[in-house]
């Protein structure tokens, strides 16, 4: 339905005439009702042909001053509103009824979610582990992970990748972002060189020969020209060491006091002369 909006400007007599318009127009509405709520009428035809004899009615000699389609439209408005009334009544009763059908209590249920808490991540080639509240990372496995020399990762905007609503569940559930606060922690406790490193083409480039190999995130196999036939995360994993070394080990970048890590947070340690001398000798 489209409204239409004006502003009139008239003189007073127009303002006088058109109040007693509104005013009569409400009076037949309310007596529509009246009329109804005696049980006289059973459709809406009933009060058009209502409107009709209340104009002709010497005892409301303003009612036929409202012309016919202002009184039938009154009449409309009114029959509406019985409709609406009577509708939500009967849904009332409809739904007290399959309450009382139900045993046991009564109320809007509560779901619970049965499955398990999904909040922990691990990596079984490299020993990491994320705790299930997620307030400390472990490594565990036989490779000696907390003996490292350097920890390489992607620098991953989590930020960014969350808001694809296909994966944002799945990475708030791997704690990507607090895994890696944790890394670069744990990084300074060993005395371990934390580097964040370019996501971009760390899965698409060989790692043996340096080619460019398209593929779709359903492929999960690097397969080579060169014939290096690698899974795609260990292939991504050697471009991150090599990048990793390459930056540490020649270029002498360092992770600066105030960088700020995938969290939008800014990480308060930064990699001392001590430190990188360590780690290049």
């Not at 499955?115 to 490779?143: A, C, M, Q």
């Not at 992607?154 to 808001?163: A, E, H, P, Y």
């Amino acid at each position: 339905m489209i409204v239409y909006e004006a502003n009139l400007k008239g003189n007073q007599h127009q303002y006088e005439r058109l109040n007693e318009a509104i005013r009569t127009g409400l009076f037949i509405g309310n007596s529509c009702l009246r009329f109804w709520e005696d049980g006289n009428a059973l459709s809406r035809y009933d009060l058009y042909k209502y409107v009709t004899r209340l104009a002709k009615d010497a005892g409301f000699p303003w009612a036929k001053k409202l012309n016919s389609q202002a009184r039938q439209a009154m009449a409309e408005r009114t029959w509406a509103a019985i409709s609406r009334f009577s509708d939500n009544l009967r849904l009332s009763a409809h739904v007290e009824a399959c309450k009382k059908q139900i045993p046991g209590k009564k109320g809007y249920p509560k779901y619970k979610k049965n499955r398990p808490n999904h909040g922990s991540v691990e990596y079984k080639v490299t020993g990491w582990k994320l705790s299930e509240n997620r307030d400390r990372i472990t490594f565990t496995d036989g490779f000696k992970a907390g003996g490292f020399k350097l920890y390489g990762s992607r620098d991953l905007k989590v930020r960014n990748m969350v808001k694809n609503h296909k994966l944002a569940k799945s990475i708030s559930d791997a704690s990507w972002t607090q895994f890696r606060t944790w890394l670069e922690y744990f990084g300074k406790v060993f005395g371990t060189v934390t580097v964040a490193i370019p996501p971009h083409y760390t899965s698409q480039n060989c790692s043996n020969c340096g080619t460019i190999v398209k593929k779709s995130l359903s492929t999960r196999t690097h397969k080579c020209g060169c014939g290096t036939v690698l899974d795609r995360d260990e292939n991504a994993a050697k471009n991150i060491l090599k990048l990793g070394l390459r930056t540490v080990g020649h270029t002498g970048t360092f992770q600066s006091k105030y960088w700020i890590n995938a969290s939008g947070q800014m990480s308060l340690w930064c990699l001392d002369e001590s430190q990188y001398t360590k780690f290049a000798g």
